[in-house]
């Protein structure tokens, strides 16, 4: 199984246009991240995610000329759909997908810059509620949240993540701690211009599941 | 939509043998159920038991003659797999599948059986928390149970329920019961012979998820 930290992100172009194609390639690897987290209870994200890639996939397989970039698909979807427009098509897979992106950026970049529970400094749920609560939380109703707040007692120690991170690869943790460095540079700029892009377009909402 | 009520299971045969071919058609309206309870928190749940479906109509498919009854698939797993089973194949698919078939009978038992939260009497929170105890909880690690206890929020009420029952039909919420109570004769019988099946061919597993 290919390792997702091998799966670099392309540069982004001067311009912040995100080619559909490449995009899709590389986060075809990040479901993968869901099995790090080593327990079947994270599958309905994984499939939640998945569903997403899916979705966008099928949009630009109609017409990879057409919907070449990622903002490309949101400029055509709005003038197709109207006023159904901004929750509908691949425009919501990509808003839903980049709050999960954000999610996994946010915890890998607390897990580098080291941030750790003095209590518990082998485990990560720190890092994963300040992700969550960054990422989703405000886009999950109570009942959401309360599955979360349970769910996150699944998540497995700090040395366990990073050695399932680095899977078939025997590296020391400083060196996988390097290499999500390194995958984490060109990650977060996708993320962020994604986000950009949703802010520039008006094409964010803030409704609850 | 097909109304799964409507699907009656068929009799058992004195011998109690189970037809797959029978067994996996009735099966195939019950993820429905799943969306009668209105909330896509419930959506993984619906996913599993859908996964566990495909998977002994696989193995059916496979050879239709050789499987041609629940019994005769269990046996010849059984020879095939020797001490991997019975926790492979197909045997473990019916052997998940038969409990949510189980939490299914109970919440229409009591429902039927008029069971209520006399201060909630519009809730169906009791119903649904039986239903789990008598069925699953066992077989949940304390993770699960904890996003159960969570997820239970997400029901309908009583008479929403008894509506989505009885779905594109406006019956009264009698009729509705009525259905139920016919519906529950062949259903408890086929899950009950499943059950038995198990355990006499030694085939249950009481291991935790
Ligand atoms: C026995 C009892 C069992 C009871 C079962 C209870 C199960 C509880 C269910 C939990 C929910 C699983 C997560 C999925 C949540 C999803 O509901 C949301 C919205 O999902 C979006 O909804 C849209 C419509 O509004 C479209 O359908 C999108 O689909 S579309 O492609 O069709 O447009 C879809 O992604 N996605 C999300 O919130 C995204 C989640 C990303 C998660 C990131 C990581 C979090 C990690 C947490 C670590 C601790
Ligand atoms: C943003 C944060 C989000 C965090 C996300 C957290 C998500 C939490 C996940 C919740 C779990 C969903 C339910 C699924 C549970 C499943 O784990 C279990 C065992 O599932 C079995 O496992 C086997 C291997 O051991 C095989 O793979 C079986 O598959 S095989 O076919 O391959 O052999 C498979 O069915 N099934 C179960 O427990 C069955 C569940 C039936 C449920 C019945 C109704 C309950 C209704 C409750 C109403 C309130």
Not at 17 to 44: M, N
Not at 71 to 87: D, F, M, N, T, V
């Amino acid at each position: 199984m290919a390792l997702f930290l091998d799966q670099q992100f392309a540069p982004l172009p001067d311009t912040n246009e995100i080619a559909t194609k490449t995009f899709l390639e590389s986060v075809s690897h990040l479901p993968h991240f869901f099995d790090c987290l080593g327990s079947k209870v994270f599958a309905p994200i994984k499939a939640d995610i998945n569903g997403n890639i899916t979705k966008i996939k099928a949009v630009y397989d109609s017409d990879p000329v057409k919907y070449e970039t990622l903002q490309q698909i949101l400029l055509i979807e709005k003038s197709i759909y109207g006023s159904e427009w901004p929750k509908v098509g691949a425009t919501l897979a990509l808003m839903w997908l980049k709050r999960g992106l954000r999610f996994i950026q946010i915890l890998l970049q607390s897990l580098v810059d080291d941030e750790r529970d003095e209590d518990n400094p082998d485990l990560i749920r720190i890092n994963i509620t300040k992700a969550y609560e960054q990422a989703l939380k405000r886009y999950h109703g109570w009942i959401v949240q309360k599955v979360f707040k349970a769910a996150q007692y699944a998540a497995p120690c700090r040395s366990d993540f990073l050695k399932a991170l680095s899977k078939d690869q025997e590296v020391a943790e400083e060196e996988c701690l390097t290499k999500v460095r390194q995958f984490l540079i060109n990650f977060t700029a996708t993320v962020d211009a994604v986000y950009e892009m949703y802010s520039v377009m008006n094409a964010e909402l803030d409704y609850l599941v």
